[in-house]
Structures are given as C-alpha cells and as structure tokens.
C-alpha cells in the first residue's frame, strides 16, 4: 500500500520555468531531495522519508507533469527540470542536497547534478540508464523497453480511459513478483496518472530522450561528476548494470544490488532498498 508521509511533513507549490512543482517537505539537518520515475509519483518514497526525518530536511517534488505537478507544454528535457529541482531548492534556501533518485528521476537527478554539481553531496541512483550515455544503443534494443519509443499521434486516445490496463503491464512485467505491487498501490497511481493531461506528460517524458541523450553526451564531455555515487539495481533488472552506467558520468561509484526484486524496489523490497540507502547517506564524509 502506499504509505503516508510522517506528521508534520509540508506542501510547497514552488513556481520554475513554465510549471509548478509539487512538494513534500520535512524534518531537520542536511537536506536530501528524492525524485522519482514514471508509474509512480513523489508518494514512494515515504518509507524513505519516515527513515530520515528525524535527522535529514527531505525535499519530494513530483516531476514536471507528474503526480499533483503541474501540466505544462514543454520543458520535459531533463535538464530543463534539472533546473526545476535547483529552483524548489532556492525556493526552501537549501544550498547543497544529497540526492535520491528511480526511473526517470535518474535522468532528471543527472542533468540537475552535471549542472549544479556543487549542489550534489551523495547520490544513489537506482535501476535506470541515462539516455546516451554507456549502453544506451543497446538498452534501446530491449523488447521490455517498447514503451521508450511509443509514440504517435494516436498514443493518447489509445490509453485514455485504459491508464490502469497500461500502468499494469509495467507493474506486471518489470517486477520479479507482480503480487508485490498490491491493488490499492495500483489504483493510487492509476487514478493520478488519469488525471487531465497526466499521461500526455508521460508520453513527453519519454518523447524527450532522443534531446536527453544529446544533452548528456554534451554534459559527459566536461568531465565526471566527482561526488560519490551509489548505484543500486534489482537483481532481476539492471543488476551491476546500474553501476556500469554510472561509471561513465561519475568518478566514485559504489556498486549494490538488491535480491528479489524487479525495477520497483521501492514497492518490491522497502525494506532493504530503505536500508542500503539510510547506510550510504548517514556514513560519514
């Protein structure tokens, strides 16, 4: 089920570039900001945020047309909502962050970290490429990953009305045990991402990557980020992939994997993905 944020957790609707970026907010000491990737919202990461509010200020924005974000036309290149995150930032006065990141939000966690990267003090980056860095010609390939270029002017009206069918081949096909993902988590997701101009969004997250991958390559030329980075990926998806990825974009890589698990670790094992991350970000400098 999905599971509430700890009491005294706030909103903040934080105006950026052409959108309004919905937040959680809470807790006390040194900030870390959590995003999170398609099929899910902001909302999975609150096992993450009750393990760390009583020593960590956690900052949980939807995407840029996610979740309770708001819908914009454009800006669904990650480095235009690389710069979302660095303005909910401004907006608390949070300086420096670590930063946790799934899905989608490991591109968007990579554009913000390339461009601001003293901003960026630990990252964990969990089971997703980053579009052309790597094996990304490869992992295009991949008949799991249809979905990266599903595109159209039909798209839209094929899924409308049928956002449950869709989000649960995900769920169904990218997990080691589907019955992990229970019914309410689905119906929780499903009804935001039926929300006017949700799945339009989602379609544009994707129809991105062809400029993600240029950008990326662009950004990977001035050098590797030099923060250290935990790269976790489920046993039954990206594996020690996830690390060979970073590697590419980052200097200081740790590499984990999580057993029993497909892409949604969060929902799949909390418990151990909760405490391979608190270990990484509680360690000492």
């Given amino acids: ?72 036309d454009r800006g669904y290149d990650k480095k235009t909502q690389g710069h979302d995150v660095a303005r909910v930032l401004d907006r608390l006065k949070i300086e420096i962050a670590d930063l946790v990141t799934h899905d989608i939000g490991n591109m968007v966690g990579y554009a913000f ?37 599903f595109r159209g002017p039909d798209v839209e009206r094929l899924v409308q009305g049928r956002e449950r069918i869709y989000l649960d081949r995900f769920w169904n096909e990218l997990s080691a045990k589907p019955k992990s993902i229970d019914e309410e ?20 997250q994707f129809a991105a990557f ?20 935990l790269a976790i990926g489920a046993d039954k998806s990206f594996a020690t992939t996830q ?17 029993n698990s497909g892409h949604w670790l969060m929902e799949e094992q909390p418990a151990a993905t909760v405490a391979a991350i608190t270990a990484f970000l509680l360690q000492s400098s």
Wanted: glycine share 10%; aromatic share 8%; no cysteine.
């Fill in 1 to 72: 089920m999905v599971q509430p944020f700890p009491p005294g957790m706030r909103v903040e609707d934080v105006e950026t570039d052409g959108a309004t970026i919905h937040a959680r907010v809470g807790g006390q000491g040194p900030a870390v900001v959590m995003l999170h990737g398609f099929g899910d919202t902001g909302d999975m990461w609150a096992p993450l945020a009750r393990a760390l509010v009583a020593d960590r200020t956690v900052v949980v924005p939807d995407l840029r047309g996610m979740g309770l974000s708001s819908h914009p």
């Fill in 210 to 229: 062809s400029q993600d991958a240029v950008d990326n390559k662009a950004l990977a030329a001035k050098g590797k980020l030099a923060m250290p980075v």
């Fill in 243 to 259: 690390a060979d990825v970073l590697g590419f974009v980052a200097s200081k890589v740790t590499a984990q994997v999580i057993a």
């Fill in 113 to 149: 970290a390339a461009q601001f990267p003293a901003r960026v003090t630990r990252w964990v980056v969990m089971d997703a490429p980053l579009p052309g860095i790597g094996p990304w010609d490869e992992i295009l390939k991949s008949p799991a990953l249809w979905h990266f270029n």
């Fill in 185 to 204: 988590t689905r119906r929780h997701y499903a009804e935001l991402y039926a929300r006017p101009g949700a799945m339009h969004a989602a379609f544009e």
